[in-house]
């Protein structure tokens, strides 16, 4: 038991969290922070 | 108080309708908004028109039937966005600015240089979407009726008016400044009825609310912490569901002309992490709330789950805060609805009406425009009066007929440079009957769900057809298109 709750439902509980948080959100941050900008390029379209 | 609050928010969205319409000029406008939206409109667009108001009754009703295990769903959305955006949209964008084109539709003609393709998939949209919202304005009739304390039908009327005049008045313009308003409401509402239920239930949110949460609900049904809700949970449908999710940015147009409209590639990244902060608040918000109406609420009155959010407000929450949850539900389901009117309108009129009668739909572009969501707010509203039962199928079949239908030659033209005509039209054809079919006739003797049949029938027909026709040469336009996915 964690937190009151099943060892199971914890792991679901943290499972969706750091899917949300860490590799969405974390991702998504990390993808921002790449130097390639290519709507230059596509703005001549 | 909550009238009042209601009457001014019905009465912002008609002027933002009113000034969505000074803006529109021209088809573009009208139908894409000009395609300059930024990360914030785009992800308040695609997320409000995805998150609609069934979750905000739904989640924490399912949540007080089902417990934790209702969270595995805030799995499935941020991947939704992941894959909408990450995966799909930038290629989607490019593909769609690639062939200059208004509607989803017109894109798939100039990719597989195919007629028959742009009218199939135009009358698909007209199905799918026409039936869809039959459904939409009978939840928005119920709704409204619920909220309001009127009868279905002047709900119904509310509802429908309020959302057909600032669709047809502003186009896709209107829809995305609503949906954005729309989102924010959502948002503040979901924050505020989950604070108000935690200061109900245990004097307020602290540290140590999860322990508390648990606590008590492991002396009210040990069920509840349960990782399958003690078998309320469905996992085999909860993965049908994920995979299905995945899909919805590219193979819903609804979904996809967020990411068509938006101001370059580069969007994407942003509008991604904004959708994901925008469900996970209300995924974590709805779900505990959820749980932690049985502290508030008397087990006895709660009939169907459902009901949780209506017994909710009065108890939790001030008239003012109840007022603006009740905003929010009402804007969850008026941004889906318009989302669905304006891309149905689109192909009705890009791709019907300009076929049909091209002369006198060039001479007035605007009016004819306006006469395609004009008949897509009436027609819906006509048969939510009393759906015919061949409206109920459409509306029962009506998701996995659009995902399904758009799936494969969607993903061929950012994926598979080989996709040819005949495999997409093949696949677009057999799903458009073989999802109906299913789904009304074989669905209950067989126990094997349409959408899974889809899943696993649409690429295995569009692979199976495409090495037939198979052509070892590409296009100089599609070699164009992939030299420039190069560039990402």
């Given at each position: 038991?964690?937190?009151?709750m099943p060892t199971s439902t914890f792991?679901l509980y943290?499972?969706?969290?750091?899917?949300?948080?860490?590799?969405?959100?974390?991702?998504?941050?990390?993808?921002?922070?790449?130097?390639?900008?290519?709507?230059?390029?596509?703005?001549?379209? | 108080?909550?009238?009042?609050?209601?009457?001014?928010?019905?009465?912002?969205?008609?002027?933002?309708?009113?000034?969505?319409?000074?803006?529109?000029?021209?088809?573009?406008?009208?139908?894409?908004?000009?395609?300059?939206?930024?990360?914030?409109?785009?992800?308040?667009?695609?997320?409000?028109?995805?998150?609609?108001?069934?979750?905000?009754?739904?989640?924490?009703?399912?949540?007080?039937n089902a417990g934790w295990s209702s969270l595995a769903?805030?799995?499935?959305?941020?991947?939704?966005?992941?894959?909408?955006?990450?995966?799909?949209?930038?290629?989607?964008?490019?593909?769609?600015?690639?062939?200059?084109?208004?509607?989803?539709?017109?894109?798939?003609?100039?990719?597989?240089?195919?007629?028959?393709?742009?009218?199939?998939?135009?009358?698909?949209?007209?199905?799918?979407?026409?039936?869809?919202?039959?459904?939409?304005?009978?939840?928005?009739?119920?709704?409204?009726?619920?909220?309001?304390?009127?009868?279905?039908?002047?709900?119904?009327?509310?509802?429908?008016?309020?959302?057909?005049?600032?669709?047809?008045?502003?186009?896709?313009?209107?829809?995305?400044?609503?949906?954005?308003?729309?989102?924010?409401?959502?948002?503040?509402?979901?924050?505020?009825?989950?604070?108000?239920?935690?200061?109900?239930?245990?004097?307020?949110?602290?540290?140590?609310?999860?322990?508390?949460?648990n606590?008590?609900l492991a002396?009210?049904d040990p069920n509840l912490l349960d990782v399958t809700g003690g078998g309320k949970m469905?996992w085999?449908?909860?993965?049908?569901?994920?995979?299905?999710?995945?899909?919805?940015?590219?193979?819903?147009?609804?979904?996809?002309?967020?990411?068509?409209?938006?101001?370059?590639?580069?969007?994407?990244?942003?509008?991604?992490?904004?959708?994901?902060?925008?469900?996970?608040?209300?995924?974590?918000?709805?779900?505990?709330?959820?749980?932690?109406?049985?502290?508030?609420?008397?087990?006895?009155?709660?009939?169907?789950?459902?009901?949780?959010?209506?017994?909710?407000?009065?108890?939790?929450?001030?008239?003012?805060?109840?007022?603006?949850?009740?905003?929010?539900?009402?804007?969850?389901?008026?941004?889906?609805?318009?989302?669905?009117?304006?891309?149905?309108?689109?192909?009705?009129?890009?791709?019907?009406?300009?076929?049909?009668?091209?002369?006198?739909?060039?001479?007035?572009?605007?009016?004819?425009?306006?006469?395609?969501?004009?008949?897509?707010?009436?027609?819906?509203?006509?048969?939510?009066?009393?759906?015919?039962?061949?409206?109920?199928?459409?509306?029962?079949?009506?998701?996995?007929?659009?995902?399904?239908?758009?799936?494969?030659?969607?993903?061929?033209?950012?994926?598979?440079?080989?996709?040819?005509?005949?495999?997409?039209?093949?696949?677009?054809?057999?799903?458009?009957?073989?999802?109906?079919?299913?789904?009304?006739?074989?669905?209950?003797?067989?126990?094997?769900?349409?959408?899974?049949?889809?899943?696993?029938?649409?690429?295995?027909?569009?692979?199976?057809?495409?090495?037939?026709?198979?052509?070892?040469?590409?296009?100089?336009?599609?070699?164009?298109?992939?030299?420039?996915?190069?560039?990402?």
């Open positions: 038991m964690i937190a009151n792991l943290i499972g969706v969290f750091l899917v949300q948080f860490v590799f969405v959100i974390g991702y998504g941050i990390w993808w921002c922070l790449q130097g390639r900008d290519p709507s230059r390029k596509d703005k001549r379209n | 108080m909550m009238i009042a609050i209601l009457v001014v928010y019905f009465g912002l969205m008609l002027f933002i309708g009113y000034l969505a319409s000074r803006k529109v000029r021209d088809s573009r406008d009208y139908f894409l908004g000009g395609k300059g939206f930024g990360p914030w409109f785009t992800a308040f667009k695609f997320a409000a028109t995805w998150e609609s108001g069934v979750k905000l009754v739904g989640s924490p009703g399912m949540a007080w769903m805030g799995i499935g959305t941020p991947l939704c966005y992941f894959f909408s955006f990450r995966v799909f949209g930038q290629r989607l964008k490019m593909a769609f600015d690639h062939f200059n084109v208004l509607t989803l539709p017109q894109m798939l003609e100039k990719r597989y240089n195919s007629r028959a393709i742009r009218i199939v998939a135009a009358v698909a949209i007209l199905i799918g979407l026409g039936g869809s919202l039959v459904a939409q304005f009978k939840a928005t009739g119920e709704i409204f009726s619920a909220i309001l304390g009127l009868d279905y039908l002047h709900g119904l009327f509310i509802g429908a008016v309020i959302v057909g005049i600032y669709c047809i008045m502003g186009g896709y313009l209107a829809s995305v400044w609503t949906d954005f308003i729309q989102g924010i409401i959502m948002v503040l509402g979901s924050i505020a009825i989950f604070s108000a239920t935690a200061q109900a239930a245990f004097g307020g949110v602290s540290w140590d609310l999860l322990p508390q949460l606590a008590a002396s009210i469905s085999s449908n909860l993965f049908i569901i994920l995979a299905i999710t995945m899909l919805v940015g590219i193979a819903m147009p609804q979904q996809s002309v967020a990411i068509f409209s938006m101001r370059d590639v580069r969007t994407a990244r942003v509008a991604m992490i904004v959708c994901v902060v925008f469900s996970a608040i209300l995924a974590w918000s709805l779900a505990t709330t959820g749980m932690m109406s049985h502290m508030v609420l008397d087990p006895g009155e709660v009939k169907n789950p459902d009901m949780v959010i209506p017994l909710l407000i009065p108890k939790v929450l001030s008239p003012f805060m109840g007022g603006i949850y009740l905003a929010a539900v009402l804007a969850a389901i008026m941004s889906t609805v318009s989302g669905s009117i304006v891309v149905a309108a689109s192909s009705l009129t890009e791709d019907i009406f300009k076929l049909a009668i091209p002369h006198r739909y060039e001479r007035h572009p605007m009016f004819y425009n306006r006469v395609g969501a004009a008949v897509f707010v009436l027609l819906p509203l006509l048969f939510a009066v009393n759906p015919p039962t061949i409206i109920f199928w459409i509306g029962v079949f009506a998701f996995g007929f659009l995902v399904f239908t758009f799936l494969m030659p969607m993903i061929g033209v950012i994926l598979i440079p080989g996709a040819t005509k005949q495999a997409a039209l093949a696949q677009m054809v057999s799903i458009m009957i073989i999802i109906p079919v299913w789904t009304i006739w074989l669905q209950k003797p067989t126990g094997i769900p349409a959408l899974l049949v889809g899943l696993v029938g649409a690429p295995l027909i569009f692979f199976a057809v495409n090495a037939v026709f198979k052509k070892n040469e590409l296009a100089p336009e599609i070699k164009e298109l992939w030299n420039k996915f190069g560039q990402l």
